[in-house]
C-alpha cells in the first residue's frame, strides 16, 4: 500500500497531494474519494482537520497498536496557545498506544532545558508532554517563563495566586511564581534517552 511504505520510509503520514503523486491522481478530490472509500472499509482512519493525521489500521499485524504523535520544533510565546500549528510540526512519530492512549493530546519535544539533569533529564532525551493533565506534587512540568521553556517540579503552594516551581539547579533564584507570569505548557508523561 502506498500509505504504508511512505509512512515507513519518511516517518510520517502523506498529504493529500503526495499521495495523489504516488498514484498518479492530479486531483485531491479523487484522491480524497480514494480516502473515504478507504476509511469506509476500515483499513485508515482519520483526524478531522488536522494535516497528515492518516493512520493505518490493521488487525492482522504483527506490529503492536501505535498512535502517531506530532514532534515539535519549539515553544515560544509566538505559539504556546498554538503549539501544533502545521509549521511547527517537525513529523509525526509512531509511539505505542498502550503508553499514549488516542487522543491523550500529547506531543513530542526535544529537551529544552538541563536544570533537571542531576534528575536524568538532559539535552539529549526526547520528551513526551500530556496538554491534557491533572498536577500533583512532583509531577514534571514544561513551563514558559519569559522566554525560557524550562522544566520544573511542580509543588502545590498554599496560596492559589502562587506556585512552587524547583528544578535540580535553581539558575533562575527562583522557586515561587506567581501562577500570571508562567505558563504550564504540560505534564512530563515519557522520555526516551540517547545511550
Avoid: W
Wanted: a neutral charge; aromatic letters at 8%.
Amino acid at each position: 500500500m502506498v500509505i504504508e511504505s511512505f509512512i515507513k520510509s519518511k516517518g510520517i503520514p502523506p498529504t493529500v497531494r503526495e499521495i495523489g503523486e504516488l498514484v498518479g491522481e492530479k486531483t485531491p478530490g479523487a484522491v480524497q474519494g480514494i480516502l473515504n472509500r478507504l476509511e469506509q472499509k476500515g483499513v485508515i482512519k482519520r483526524e478531522v482537520g488536522m494535516a497528515r493525521s492518516i493512520q493505518l489500521v490493521n488487525t492482522n499485524s504483527q506490529y503492536a497498536p501505535h498512535v502517531y504523535l506530532p514532534k515539535i520544533k519549539k515553544v515560544s510565546q509566538r505559539n504556546v496557545n498554538d503549539l501544533l500549528n502545521i509549521y511547527n510540526i517537525i513529523n509525526y512519530l509512531p509511539v505505542p498506544s498502550s503508553l499514549f492512549p488516542e487522543g491523550s493530546d500529547c506531543f513530542i519535544i526535544d529537551c529544552p532545558d538541563n536544570s533537571l539533569s542531576e534528575s536524568g533529564i538532559k539535552y539529549e532525551d526526547v520528551l513526551v508532554i500530556s496538554r491534557n493533565y491533572e498536577l500533583k506534587d512532583g509531577d514534571i512540568v514544561m513551563i514558559l517563563y519569559e522566554n525560557h521553556v524550562l522544566l520544573r517540579y511542580y509543588t502545590h503552594h498554599d496560596n492559589p495566586d502562587l506556585v512552587i516551581l524547583k528544578a535540580d539547579s535553581d539558575l533562575l533564584g527562583k522557586e515561587v511564581f506567581n501562577r500570571n507570569e508562567v505558563t504550564i505548557i504540560g505534564k512530563l508523561v515519557g522520555k526516551y534517552t540517547k545511550y
